[in-house]
Nanobody, 123 residues
């Protein structure tokens, strides 16, 4: 079966950086677009970033553009999210997801989801 497993979350002070990874299995990884979403308590799951199957095209939410970088390594079946200049409002559970590339900026655009990894940014 398809599995997406996030790692790299933790507690960090504002202004510092974290790198998240999402390892995929049971999936033709290179044929899927990948995305990162996040969800804070009491909030809806929101789009963070997406990357096309070749890695040539990326798109970011306005709230993270310029601070976060999404990348992928198809040989390792892994997608990454480098998060710099973290802010307290970035605190959330971060989820990776795989989709066919349509509606890649929305939750509905993704078929497979990981279990999430907690990111907490202290002030």
């Amino acid at each position: 079966q398809v599995q997406l497993v996030e790692s790299g979350g933790g507690l960090v002070q504002a202004g510092y950086s974290l790198s998240l990874s999402c390892a995929a299995s049971g999936l033709a990884f290179s044929m899927y677009g990948m995305g990162w979403f996040r969800q804070a308590p009491g909030k809806e799951r929101e789009f963070v970033a997406t990357i096309s199957w070749t890695g040539a095209i990326t798109y970011y939410a306005d709230s993270v553009r310029g601070r976060f970088t999404i990348s992928r390594d198809n040989a390792k079946k892994t997608v990454y999210l480098q998060m710099n200049s973290l802010k307290p409002e970035d605190s959330a559970v971060y989820y990776c997801a795989a989709g066919d590339g349509s509606n890649s900026g929305t939750v509905a655009g993704y078929e497979y989801w990981g279990q999430g990894t907690q990111v907490t940014v202290s002030s």
